[in-house]
């Protein structure tokens, strides 16, 4: 690995049996199908994709949350895909996590100080005497009063809830935190607020992020590299500036269609190519292209046959068979 | 450092989205003892409980009496040289029944801890593991909760003689199945919450994470439960002590009410008194068990 | 325009009775829904955008009283009329779809059974002819092998699909409102287009009005006619959608426009982007509210008039108005 790289995943994939089959044999979910993809330091890298993509299947398997079924994940040069127990508990401190709902993510019986020192406690990282100190530090840093940390969760709004999961990541002086739609269970206004704290403690603390989230607009806010996801495979990855400016995926430019915006005109949809149907099931994904049933290119070869991630310059890669070669149908991807 | 960032213009220094810290923190247990206490038959049951426990431990010793003795005239109704009469062979019914709740109470309570804690036990591991471990767990919990359990109960106390520990054991035994179920669903329900997960990514571990994330969050539920078991605990041994299985060196309610079974008609004050004990203690516990249950039921809290 | 407006709320408020005296949680509000437009509600959690609807539909959570205003359904003040009235016009003239898909239809029967009932329950048709109807229905949201899927329960329908029942379900008998509450939140954004282009398309053809709530400027932009925004009990801004996203008067609407993120594409792309402006601070909690002006804590134009006068809800525009002081300057000057 590069001593830029933060984080690299390898050939991931993490497949769930959830009973038997129908026609015998066992019935297996794959969530995650095989990814690469490397993080810098530093950086942010964003995975967009819909429900059931398995965008926060990753962010799971990164944590070691849910069982890796194969490939490996490697932060700096400790393989933690292979870690178990202590071994695992000796490095955790440097990677932490962002939950989606700041409501469920807290203990309720845990005082915000407590919520927050927690990891220092279990993984003994410092002081226990200056724990409370750190976690009140933390506090402050995350733009909350030190002595905010005397109260339960329930006392704090969603906005405020969500800066308590950031201090307490924060306190094990992580290098890097995985963010799992971190501000898609909060209203507009406080959404803008935790995208600027994130920002900015990125900037101050050096941090690296993966940032998983459905919104595009959001992750371009964020995000220095983004991959599309679509049902446990990347379509497309490549550097934000690259993605947003010339995408080349059918399905990214679907996302792009639907996307809401203040200023559209009334009924800007229903004047755009508009993606059908629904993701087909991840238990038993189609054998060539997985976006082949609802892609309005799809040909009789992307249905047998499966595309690669094909590289396109600078870090812009596509999977898709006639990537480069089809029309997007919005006219701002023409212009690039 | 954030009033200096160029970006949030409209940002006052971020401190002041803090809420202004509380006088004294509110915590979630200071509250629910608000909520029970202002509930007047919750507030009853705990004096009732009180007063009971009072009596049966300082009781006989202010009264004095020893419950084994022949006192008075056998079957002479209460005010009749004893306050609450006395029994077929002339002991007292009030030093009976002050002395025969201490045991009476003991075998309640040592006995639901026991429900309580097989039941935690096992519903814990069935919920947290899931899989095979719960399937298994929760077909031994079956076996339990299929058999008649006063049955079960009279032939365990048949077999291992009747003794204080074998009652306590027999009645632990039938009672925990509930308890495991109930403790079982709750540790699904919250092993599925984010905070859960969060503890991990924090570096927990399975013991951990089972009891000191879990547990907590799965408590009311199963305090509640708890104080059924309790009552239901009690009433057990009363029946068991009526139908001769009880122990018959250790004076308890349910005894007095089996030896004097057969003057039920001449003489009512030797069934009725500890009946009536046994029935306020029920009733105290049940009322508690409510309260607790109301306070700890968000939906009964009104809060805007 | 001249034409009476299909619904029109008048003063409204809607208050809940607590130990430390009552607490208004709709505070005066007034608004007005056309005929066959669409009306978008918008405001953050909590600003009463939701409890609105439930007062129309008379469906307020125990405790909460309309104590004054009026709800004028065509004419008729829903505010008192019997609950017998009140259910023949739940159903037949306004109907409701939820942001739950999964947890708004009855898992125990199918789709066809549950819009069938609904049929013969509001219009009193045959079993037969509420059956037809059900498939009638299905078939108008798109759902594809409509006969077919008329025996399947629920759980047997993905996400969107379900959101597709819903609206099947409440179309079926011809409403002249539908109340959506955030019907699209809980779906991914290519369902949520189809959705909306679904509801705009059976809108042109049924001429039915619809009250959209959401949280989400770009819905409003996509479909609105007409927009409220809310702020803590307050409505604090109405008038044409198109006019309010150009030029809003309210600092809270304008606040709400610049914090919400950008998708940047094609040229524009390459460009950085400005920094996301924040509303700083966050709502005022019920029973706390402030004395004057209830955005004035957040508001970066407020001073100390705004700080203890209640705005008045002023004409700023066509058909626009605004509860803000600064914005009833402007209007004057």
Known sequence: MSGTDILRVNALKVHFDVGRAPGGGRKIVHAVDGVDFTVRRGSSFGIVGESGSGKS????????????????????EHQISGLEGQSLRDVRGKFQMVFQDPFSSLNPRKKARAAIREPLDLLDIGEARGRDGVAEDMLTAVGLHREAGRLFPHQFSGGQRQRLCIARALASRPELIVCDEPVSALDVAIQAQILNLLRQLQADMGLSYVFISHDLAVVQYICDDVAVMYLGEFVETAPAKSLFASAKHPYTWSLMSAALSPENERGTLAKRP????EPPSPTAPPPGCRFAARCPFATDRCRAEKPALRGFGGGHKVACHYAGELEPPLPELKAA | MMKSDPMTDTLPPQAEVA??????PDHPMRETMKIFLRNKSAAGGLILLLAILFATVFGPSMYGVDPLEMVWVPLSPPGDGTPLGTDYIGRDILAGVL???????IVGAVSAIMTIVIGILVGAFAGFFGGR??????????????????????????????????IILAI???????????TRAEFMRIGNLEYVKAARAAGAGNAYLMFRVILPGSLPPIIVASALVTGSSILFEAGLSFLGLGDPNQLTWGLIIGQNQNYLLDAWWTVTCPGVAIFLTVLAISLIGDGINDALNPRARKRA | MTAQPFLEIRNLTVELPTDSGPIKVLDDISLAIRRGTTMGVVGESGCGKSMTALAIMRLLPPGFKITSGQILLDGEDITDVPDARMRELRGNEISMIFQEPMTSLNPVFTVGEQIAEAVRQHQGLDTGKAEQRAIEMLKAVQIPGAEA????YPHEFSGGMRQRVMIAMALACQPRLIIADEPTTALDVTVQAQIFALMRELQQETGTAIMLITHDLGAVAEMADDVAVFYAGWRIESGPAAEILR???????SGLMSCTPRLRLGASAAEGGAALREIAGMVPQLGKMPVGCRFAPRCTRADGYCRTNVPKDVIVGPQHTAMCWKAEEEALA
């Open chain 1, 274 to 277: 508009l993606l059908g149907g």
């Open chain 1, 57 to 76: 299947t990753i962010a799971q398997a990164i944590m070691r949350l849910v069982p890796i079924t194969d490939g490996s994940v490697y932060l700096q």
């Open chain 2, 172 to 182: 632990g035994i039938v009672g925990w199945a509930q308890v495991a179920r109930l």
């Open chain 2, 19 to 24: 809420p202004p810290p509380a006088a004294k």
């Open chain 2, 133 to 166: 471990t719960d399937v298994a767990l929760m077909k031994f919990t079956e076996f339990f909760q299929v058999l008649p359990s006063l049955l079960l109960a009279m032939v365990l106390v048949t077999i291992f003689a009747p003794s204080l520990f074998t």
């Open chain 3, 247 to 253: 030029r809003p008067s309210h600092p809270y609407t």
């Open chain 2, 99 to 105: 002395v025969g709740g201490r045991v009476t109470l």
């Open chain 3, 149 to 152: 899927r008329l025996n399947s």
